[in-house]
């Protein structure tokens, strides 16, 4: 009989299991079936524990049954350690005893074959259909130290038996799962939850991160993704942890060619785009790291809770040529470093005469005399300065315990006076040291760079809770059979609410000279066909045309030239547009990616879109504060926002309503439309107008 479907993002059961069953345990702690025996009992696990074994009486000290029928009583969760071809069979087995749960850590299946996908897909349909849900296959487990709960065989809780704490950490990979916690724990820190989720035949990281958004025990998740199956639920977990306050630190893979490869022979999953994948990270405020020990960094400034106001930063070092480092680097960081006020440079000279005071603080090395002149100047610079962020270079001194004993008190007297501000100390030191400042409420990064990159990504870790997924109104595309022309995108784009210019299309010279007199001069001149979509490429544009006389030479000498480098295209005509002058030239487009579908993209446009490549992205459909986002997100925002040398600000409204408008027709168009590109979206002091438009439509494009 069909059971209710469990909840997708139900993942309770697993970390508060009533009774655990093991099948293919064993009396071998070392071994994968016998290290979660070992685990359950040394954690003293509340429930039952069932080994399952037919030739061992006992296991570990425990009565072990010959098969699951055996076993007295209902199973909550089982654990799977059986070779691939006796999985179908345990499973069934441990359904007919309600279990809720299969952890199965079984391999061999959809990594290895496309008979093993099938066997998976198989697998956890019957799980589902008995409402019950499956981790795995080829999954490491999971383990929670609140419940004692080890279903898991990882070999690093042998040398780190975790703490209790906040992190919950979600990963595809068992082995790059378990390197992070090893690496967190050997900082100190504390864990919720840990689970790894295999070849993700049913639960996928995006369940776990929806869950751990939910989980009382858990304030900071840490996922590492290597593709996503679902891509609008990864996109609704991330946006459900960020609504809950919950900083989400991320290492994707697979972005690029080789490195997707790679993840379809490991796990089978679709790797997706990095673009769509940035793009999805940057809308949930996601911190995305580049490296297992940027993961780390940012996970652990993420534990301290402590949130940075803004970013402004401070640099107060012994050393001048480290604070001028720093201060290069802060700048492609987004970080600010502004001088610190007159007076307050004034009362540091005070203190130390032959220090530079501006910011970077340079203190020379007379604060190794003096422990109290640290803390002082920490004061001046949060106090007077208004600080958002600080860091401190201590050279060796973190080595010197006679230099902690002075200064760590003072620090953690300094640090209760400034609970909102972030400390940073990068220093070389000892264990005992570190974690002394630690104490403290300091982060500790022995390289000074280091610590400068966890202090711009602090910054997001902690962004405005976001409002649910923009919803997209009808915008259907009217658009003809076969290949789209600039025509027929602009009048369809036009229906559909975008400004254009004035503008029509000439079949011949004399047409296009009397349209261009009634539209007004100076034009611009585009070849129409839909075997061409870069008309600049083959000579199909011809701009400030000022009289009928040059709209019909140009005409003639545009199709010529067309005609000589795509001899090929079918010529429908020329578009006839008014000029639009005086703007700052803009990109919008769209396109569908794969796994999370329409994507949007944003940036400055025409030829800088080559030659800067300052674009930025997010997913479709955007509201006026997600369009707002992406403007301000583009490294030329104040161009756009303020105006420079002397060319006013653009109508950042008019902007904003274009983005979320082609946003909506993305979103509604998303089944079939491959994308669409305004190049340029000329930005006016008023308003603004598409310029040039580009659609591209899938095979299965409605009439």
């Given at each position: 009989?069909?059971?209710?479907?469990?909840?997708?993002?139900?993942?309770?059961?697993?970390?508060?299991?009533?009774?655990?069953?093991?099948?293919?345990?064993?009396?071998?702690?070392?071994?994968?079936?016998?290290?979660?025996?070992?685990?359950?009992?040394?954690?003293?696990?509340?429930?039952?524990?069932?080994?399952?074994?037919?030739?061992?009486?006992?296991?570990?000290?425990?009565?072990?049954?010959?098969?699951?029928?055996?076993?007295?009583?209902?199973?909550?969760?089982?654990?799977?350690?059986?070779?691939?071809?006796?999985?179908?069979?345990?499973?069934?087995?441990?359904?007919?005893?309600?279990?809720?749960?299969?952890?199965?850590?079984?391999?061999?299946?959809?990594?290895?074959?496309?008979?093993?996908?099938?066997?998976?897909?198989?697998?956890?349909?019957?799980?589902?259909?008995?409402?019950?849900?499956?981790?795995?296959?080829?999954?490491?487990?999971?383990?929670?130290?609140?419940?004692?709960?080890?279903?898991?065989?990882?070999?690093?809780?042998?040398?780190?038996?975790?703490?209790?704490?906040?992190?919950?950490?979600?990963?595809?990979?068992?082995?790059?799962?378990?390197?992070?916690?090893?690496?967190?724990?050997?900082?100190?820190?504390?864990?919720?939850?840990?689970?790894?989720?295999?070849?993700?035949?049913?639960?996928?990281?995006?369940?776990?991160?929806?869950?751990?958004?939910?989980?009382?025990?858990?304030?900071?998740?840490?996922?590492?993704?290597?593709?996503?199956?679902?891509?609008?639920?990864?996109?609704?977990?991330?946006?459900?942890?960020?609504?809950?306050?919950k900083p989400v630190i991320v290492l994707k893979?697979?972005?690029?060619?080789?490195?997707?490869?790679?993840?379809?022979?490991?796990?089978?999953?679709?790797?997706?785009?990095?673009?769509?994948?940035?793009?999805?990270?940057?809308?949930?405020?996601?911190?995305?790291?580049?490296?297992?020990?940027?993961?780390?960094?940012?996970?652990?400034?993420?534990?301290?809770?402590?949130?940075?106001?803004?970013?402004?930063?401070?640099?107060?070092?012994?050393?001048?040529?480290?604070?001028?480092?720093?201060?290069?680097?802060?700048?492609?960081?987004?970080?600010?470093?502004?001088?610190?006020?007159e007076e307050a440079q004034k009362e540091i000279?005070?203190?130390?005469?032959?220090?530079?005071?501006?910011?970077?603080?340079?203190?020379?090395?007379?604060?190794?005399?003096?422990?109290?002149?640290?803390?002082?100047?920490?004061?001046?610079?949060?106090?007077?300065?208004?600080?958002?962020?600080?860091?401190?270079?201590?050279?060796?001194?973190?080595?010197?315990?006679?230099?902690?004993?002075?200064?760590?008190?003072?620090?953690?007297?300094?640090?209760?006076?400034?609970?909102?501000?972030?400390?940073?100390?990068?220093?070389?030191?000892?264990?005992?040291?570190?974690?002394?400042?630690?104490?403290?409420?300091?982060?500790?990064?022995?390289?000074?760079?280091?610590?400068?990159?966890?202090?711009?990504?602090?910054?997001?870790?902690?962004?405005?809770?976001?409002?649910?997924?923009?919803?997209?109104?009808?915008?259907?595309?009217?658009?003809?059979?076969?290949?789209?022309?600039?025509?027929?995108?602009?009048?369809?784009?036009?229906?559909?609410?975008?400004?254009?210019?004035?503008?029509?299309?000439?079949?011949?010279?004399?047409?296009?000279?009397?349209?261009?007199?009634?539209?007004?001069?100076?034009?611009?001149?585009?070849?129409?066909?839909?075997?061409?979509?870069?008309?600049?490429?083959?000579?199909?544009?011809?701009?400030?045309?000022?009289?009928?006389?040059?709209?019909?030479?140009?005409?003639?000498?545009?199709?010529?030239?067309?005609?000589?480098?795509?001899?090929?295209?079918?010529?429908?005509?020329?578009?006839?547009?008014?000029?639009?002058?005086?703007?700052?030239?803009?990109?919008?487009?769209?396109?569908?990616?794969?796994?999370?579908?329409?994507?949007?993209?944003?940036?400055?446009?025409?030829?800088?879109?080559?030659?800067?490549?300052?674009?930025?992205?997010?997913?479709?459909?955007?509201?006026?504060?997600?369009?707002?986002?992406?403007?301000?997100?583009?490294?030329?925002?104040?161009?756009?926002?303020?105006?420079?040398?002397?060319?006013?600000?653009?109508?950042?409204?008019?902007?904003?309503?274009?983005?979320?408008?082609?946003?909506?027709?993305?979103?509604?168009?998303?089944?079939?439309?491959?994308?669409?590109?305004?190049?340029?979206?000329?930005?006016?002091?008023?308003?603004?107008?598409?310029?040039?438009?580009?659609?591209?439509?899938?095979?299965?494009?409605?009439?």
């Open positions: 009989m069909t059971q209710p479907l469990p909840p997708a993002g139900d993942l309770g059961p697993f970390f508060a299991p009533k009774s655990v069953a093991i099948l293919g345990a064993s009396s071998d702690p070392d071994k994968i079936g016998g290290v979660p025996v070992a685990m359950l009992k040394r954690a003293g696990f509340a429930g039952p524990i069932y080994p399952v074994n037919p030739s061992q009486p006992v296991i570990q000290g425990l009565p072990a049954y010959a098969a699951v029928g055996d076993i007295p009583g209902t199973i909550d969760i089982a654990i799977l350690a059986l070779p691939a071809k006796m999985a179908r069979a345990g499973i069934e087995a441990c359904l007919a005893k309600g279990a809720r749960g299969i952890v199965m850590f079984t391999a061999g299946l959809g990594e290895v074959s496309e008979e093993g996908k099938a066997l998976q897909r198989a697998l956890a349909s019957l799980c589902r259909h008995n409402g019950a849900r499956l981790l795995g296959p080829n999954s490491l487990g999971l383990f929670s130290p609140y419940e004692g709960v080890f279903l898991t065989f990882s070999a690093s809780l042998q040398h780190t038996w975790p703490r209790k704490g906040g992190i919950g950490i979600a990963s595809q990979s068992g082995a790059v799962g378990s390197f992070c916690y090893a690496m967190l724990h050997d900082r100190g820190l504390g864990i919720s939850r840990f689970i790894a989720t295999g070849n993700e035949a049913d639960i996928d990281v995006a369940a776990c991160i929806d869950w751990m958004a939910g989980d009382p025990a858990t304030t900071v998740i840490v996922a590492y993704i290597e593709g996503a199956q679902d891509g609008p639920a990864l996109r609704t977990a991330l946006l459900k942890a960020r609504r809950s306050g893979v697979g972005n690029t060619e080789a490195g997707a490869a790679a993840v379809a022979s490991h796990t089978g999953s679709l790797a997706g785009s990095a673009t769509a994948y940035e793009a999805i990270f940057a809308e949930a405020g996601a911190c995305q790291a580049r490296s297992i020990g940027e993961l780390a960094d940012m996970t652990e400034a993420a534990a301290t809770g402590v949130k940075p106001r803004g970013n402004r930063l401070a640099v107060i070092t012994p050393s001048g040529g480290v604070g001028v480092m720093l201060a290069d680097q802060a700048v492609d960081l987004g970080l600010e470093m502004s001088p610190l006020p000279l005070s203190l130390i005469p032959f220090a530079n005071p501006v910011n970077p603080v340079d203190t020379t090395a007379q604060v190794v005399n003096d422990m109290s002149l640290l803390p002082r100047i920490h004061d001046i610079m949060v106090e007077q300065g208004g600080y958002d962020i600080v860091i401190t270079f201590l050279v060796h001194m973190g080595r010197n315990a006679a230099i902690m004993d002075l200064l760590v008190p003072r620090f953690a007297e300094m640090r209760r006076r400034h609970p909102g501000t972030v400390f940073i100390v990068s220093t070389f030191t000892t264990p005992d040291s570190r974690l002394r400042l630690q104490q403290a409420g300091f982060l500790v990064f022995d390289e000074p760079s280091q610590a400068l990159r966890v202090a711009a990504g602090m910054r997001h870790l902690w962004r405005a809770p976001a409002a649910d997924v923009a919803t997209a109104p009808e915008a259907r595309l009217a658009l003809p059979a076969g290949p789209v022309d600039e025509a027929a995108a602009t009048a369809a784009l036009a229906a559909q609410g975008l400004p254009f210019p004035p503008s029509g299309l000439a079949r011949s010279a004399r047409e296009a000279a009397d349209m261009a007199t009634a539209i007004g001069f100076p034009v611009a001149l585009k070849v129409v066909s839909p075997d061409i979509q870069h008309k600049s490429d083959v000579g199909g544009v011809r701009l400030g045309l000022r009289g009928p006389a040059e709209v019909e030479a140009a005409w003639h000498e545009m199709m010529c030239t067309v005609a000589e480098r795509q001899p090929e295209a079918a010529i429908t005509g020329a578009l006839v547009t008014r000029m639009v002058t005086g703007g700052v030239e803009t990109v919008i487009g769209a396109y569908r990616d794969p796994v999370f579908g329409p994507i949007m993209m944003f940036g400055l446009g025409g030829i800088f879109i080559e030659v800067f490549k300052d674009v930025v992205f997010r997913p479709a459909p955007l509201d006026r504060a997600g369009a707002l986002e992406m403007i301000g997100a583009v490294k030329a925002a104040d161009m756009l926002t303020r105006g420079i040398r002397g060319r006013a600000a653009v109508d950042i409204a008019a902007l904003a309503d274009a983005l979320v408008r082609v946003s909506q027709v993305a979103a509604a168009n998303a089944g079939w439309l491959e994308s669409i590109e305004i190049n340029p979206f000329m930005a006016l002091p008023e308003g603004g107008f598409a310029v040039d438009a580009l659609v591209l439509a899938g095979a299965d494009t409605p009439l």
